[in-house]
C-alpha cells in the first residue's frame, strides 16, 4: 500500500506555470512507475506524464510534450511535474498515481493502482 497526496495546483494565466508535488508515504517510491493524469470537466481522465519503475524513462502526451517535465525525488519520497507555458486546455484536476508495472512507462489508467485526490488547476485566457 502507498498513499498519495497532491499539491501544487491553482489559477494561472496562459503562459503561466505551476510546478505539481506527490508525496507518497506508506512505500518508496522506488518500488513503482509513477504517473500524472488530468480529468476536465465531462471528460474521461487521460494521460499526462510518466515515469517507469526502474530505469526512470518519461513519457509524455503529445499534447503537454515539451512544455511539462516529470521527475522524482527518492529521498524525499515525491514526485514532480513542472508545468510551463500553460494553457487554457490544461485546465483540469490533476491526479498522481502509482504502478507496479514493470517495463516501458505505464500510460492508461487501468495500469495504476495507487491514486492522489487530486489538486485543481485553472489556466484563465
Known amino acids: 500500500q502507498v498513499q498519495l497526496v497532491d499539491s501544487g495546483g491553482g489559477l494561472v494565466q496562459t503562459g503561466g506555470s505551476l510546478r505539481l508535488s506527490c508525496a507518497a508515504s506508506?512505500?518508496?517510491?522506488?518500488?513503482?512507475?509513477m504517473g500524472w493524469f488530468r480529468q476536465a470537466p465531462g471528460k474521461e481522465r487521460e494521460f499526462v506524464a510518466a515515469?517507469?519503475?526502474?530505469?526512470?524513462?518519461?513519457s509524455y502526451s503529445d499534447s503537454v510534450k515539451g512544455r511539462f517535465t516529470i521527475s522524482k525525488d527518492d529521498a524525499q519520497n515525491t514526485v514532480l511535474l513542472q508545468m510551463n507555458s500553460l494553457k487554457p486546455e490544461d485546465t483540469a484536476v490533476y491526479y498522481c498515481?502509482?504502478?507496479?508495472?514493470?517495463?516501458?512507462?505505464?500510460?492508461?489508467?487501468?495500469?495504476?493502482?495507487?491514486w492522489g485526490h487530486g489538486t485543481q488547476v485553472t489556466v484563465s485566457s
Open positions: 498515481a502509482a504502478s507496479i508495472r514493470v517495463g516501458r512507462p505505464p500510460v492508461s489508467v487501468d495500469e495504476y493502482s495507487y
Open positions: 506508506g512505500r518508496t517510491i522506488v518500488t513503482f512507475a
Open positions: 515515469l517507469s519503475r526502474v530505469r526512470g524513462i518519461a
